[in-house]
T-cell receptor, first 118, second 114 residues
């Protein structure tokens, strides 16, 4: 079974600064996908970024980027130029690679509550 | 607008009173799933469905039922709710394609069982 660990229950950052959220995972799979989801106070789950394990290049989406270290099973999220709207709970998630019919289950970490201070 | 809807958004009920949380998507997705979110535990999968009439248990299925009679709908049924089912529930859907299709989440249903 896969496990996802987020070791930072809470973090804070000043507006316009950069912050990195940590995530490690454990799996025996070779092909898989990793995700970061954001959950603002509205509770909506919003996909921030995804990474395919077979890709060496780190994914980037505007101010959000990841540092994917496959050998170390590490998948951190970097938020640059933090904005007040980035205040949210952030979840790291893992999914096995599947084709055809099978469960597309996301295995989530426990989350990191990020507060961006003005 | 492509979306997953859930109803109700908030529900307070009493132990043993049967309830249904509806989930509907307008994206013609084959795959649908239910998660519950509890503080300090993240999200855990309850049930999933690969297509109409095809459902299976997730990690925490006890106390829940589901059905998939239509492609767009995937209701979650609590036949005899108990206080330990007080939680935030999310429905999610995606296509069945590729290695890991992006999943769309509903807005969540906050359930309190007294």
């Amino acid at each position: 079974a896969q496990t996802v660990t987020q070791s930072q229950p809470e973090m804070s950052v000043q507006e316009a600064e950069t912050v990195t959220l940590s995530c490690t995972y454990d799996t025996s799979e070779n092909n898989y996908y990793l995700f970061w989801y954001k959950q603002p106070p509205s509770r909506q789950m919003i996909l921030v970024i995804r990474q395919e394990a077979y890709k060496q290049q780190n994914a980037t989406e505007n101010r959000f980027s990841v540092n994917f270290q496959k050998a170390a099973k590490s998948f951190s999220l970097k938020i640059s130029d933090s904005q007040l709207g980035d205040t949210a709970m952030y979840f790291c998630a893992f999914m096995k690679s599947r084709s055809g019919g099978s469960n597309y289950k996301l295995t989530f970490g426990k989350g990191t509550l990020l507060t961006v201070n003005p | 607008e492509a979306q997953v809807t859930q109803n109700p958004r908030y529900l307070i009920t009493v132990t043993g009173k049967k309830l249904t949380v509806t989930c509907s998507q307008n994206m013609n997705h084959e795959y649908m799933s239910w998660y519950r979110q509890d503080p300090g535990l993240g999200l855990r999968q309850i049930y999933y469905s690969m297509n109409v009439e095809v459902t299976d248990k997730g990690d925490v299925p006890e106390g829940y039922k589901v059905s998939r009679k239509e492609k767009r709908n995937f209701p979650l049924i609590l036949e005899s709710p108990s206080p330990n089912q007080t939680s935030l529930y999310f429905c999610a859907s995606s296509l069945r394609s590729g290695g890991a299709p992006s999943q769309y989440f509903g807005p969540g249903t906050r359930l309190t069982v007294l």
